[in-house]
């Protein structure tokens, strides 16, 4: 099964770049990473996906190596409305079947400061 | 759309009673989700089904929860008889496609379990 591996928490400022980054040494070959934000009582909401190299939205950017065992999720001039806690999923497709086995870090808790 | 509709919103029961927990999800969405969330274990993915059917269960902790769909507007989750270490915020989603490279989740807005 692949598993992530995030900072527990990370502190910025207004206006900053903030980059977040996930380990995923296991990602198997069809795996997709997906980003999500939760904000306090509420349900994880999609932010970006990808496979490999760069994926960009509206608002965030995804960096994915080559390799493939890391990817960093970039929120550029974050404000305080972005702290939130970001989670990094990577689907596991299993090789025998279609179960897929979806494995959900522990986030990491972004404080953005005035 | 209203978006993925979980109730109740919370609940407080005590150790040994049922609990039910009852989701709607995103019409036209084919795939359901639920999720449990703990501070010690994060979002962990019990069960999820595909037009209704359960797929894969292996994340049901044991055999005191169980999951139903019987439509493809209405799941529940129930726990019997429930314990203390079940309290935990659980959520369902709904995705209109899966195994393609676009799988966004719709989260609801969680059920908060307190059991005493």
């Known amino acids: 099964l692949a598993k992530t591996t995030q900072p527990i928490s990370m502190d910025s400022y207004e206006g900053q770049e903030v980059n977040i980054t996930c380990s995923h040494n296991?990602?198997?070959?069809?795996?997709?990473i997906t980003w999500y934000q939760q904000f306090p009582s509420q349900g994880p909401r999609f932010i970006i996906q990808g496979y490999k190299t760069k994926v960009t939205n509206e608002v965030a950017s995804l960096f994915i190596p080559a390799d493939r065992k890391s990817s960093t999720l970039s929120l550029p001039r974050v404000s305080l409305s972005d702290t939130a806690v970001y989670y990094c999923l990577v689907g596991d497709l299993e090789s025998a079947g279609n179960n897929r086995k979806l494995i959900w870090g522990l986030g990491t808790s972004l404080a953005v400061n005035p | 759309d209203a978006g993925v509709i979980q109730s109740p919103r919370h609940e407080v029961t005590e150790m040994g009673q049922e609990v039910t927990l009852r989701c709607k999800p995103i019409?036209?969405?084919?795939?359901l989700f639920w999720y449990r969330q703990t501070m010690m274990r994060g979002l962990e993915l019990l069960i999820y089904f595909n037009n209704n059917v359960p797929i894969d269960d292996s994340g049901m902790p044991e055999d005191r929860f169980s999951a139903k769909m019987p439509n493809a507007s209405f799941s529940t989750l129930k726990i019997q008889p429930s314990e203390p270490r079940d309290s935990a915020v659980y959520f369902c989603?709904?995705?209109?496609?899966?195994?393609?490279?676009?799988?966004?989740?719709?989260f609801g807005p969680g059920t908060r379990l307190t059991v005493l």
């Open positions: 989603a709904s995705t209109p496609l899966w195994g393609s490279s676009y799988n966004e989740q719709f």
């Open positions: 019409s036209g969405h084919d795939y």
């Open positions: 296991n990602i198997a070959t069809n795996d997709y």
